[in-house]
């Protein structure tokens, strides 16, 4: 079965150069805009969103911003493409979306390398970080297998910090992941935040907030 991968990119000859250089075990199918793309996403279970960094008006980390932000698409792994590799611009794709980024004349055999590695961290569509995994289809979070009792909110931030696998990440990021632009006041994420400490409680996995806003989950104790 082919590994499926939606490609948005306002050049068009870009998609059979990826075609090409993934091979035929992998299934591009292009899109030039965001409303052709963003439609076939919702309407067909990709393996991976290939986003081009630079789409005119609407940029791709803004457009991986409308995905994180959709409950049905922000579980899909994500993958930014584009001729700047600066390290502004990589540290921006892991720390804001936890996604690869990769350049355009990056060679064919590593550039697969990259999309597998990407596929294989989505085993049975799940996302896990020790204990924890991730169900997106039953919408739910378990630990050791066990469904934790969660808000719809909770759960978004949870399925957030999982995905970024205990890398460290600012919590006005978490704030834009789950209210996007909303003018929501920080009091309520510290809020959501703080019942969401007390739920994992310490033993199997711990949700760690520091004193300069850096949040991030650790394995517990029992671990």
Not at 28 to 39: D, M, P, S, W
Not at 104 to 124: G, I, S, Y
Request: one cysteine or more; proline letters at 3%.
């Amino acid at each position: 079965m082919s590994i499926t991968v939606a490609y948005v990119d306002d050049e068009p000859s870009n998609f059979e150069v990826i075609q090409t250089k993934l091979g035929s075990r992998f299934s591009v199918r292009g899109f030039t805009t965001k409303e052709a793309f963003l439609e076939a996403a919702r309407a067909q279970d990709f393996d991976v969103h290939l986003i081009d960094i630079h789409l005119g008006k609407l940029n791709g980390f803004q457009l991986a911003e409308l995905l994180i932000q959709d409950d049905q698409l922000a579980f899909t792994p994500m993958i930014f493409i584009s001729f700047d590799v600066s390290a502004e611009a990589v540290e921006k794709s892991l720390v804001d979306f936890g996604a690869e980024y990769i350049s355009r004349l990056m060679p064919a055999e590593e550039m697969r390398a990259r999309f597998l590695r990407v596929v294989e961290h989505r085993v049975n569509r799940d996302i896990r970080f020790g204990c924890l995994r991730v169900d997106p289809l039953g919408m739910k979070i378990l630990m050791d297998e066990e469904p934790l009792d969660l808000t719809l909110i909770e759960m978004r931030v949870l399925s957030y910090l999982i995905r970024m696998r205990g890398r460290k990440i600012h919590k006005r990021f978490v704030f834009r992941h789950v209210w996007g632009e909303s003018q929501v006041a920080e009091k309520t994420l510290n809020s959501h935040l703080s019942n969401l400490r007390a739920k994992l409680g310490s033993h199997k996995a711990m949700f760690v907030l520091e004193r300069d806003g850096m949040i991030y989950l650790a394995p517990g104790r029992d671990s």
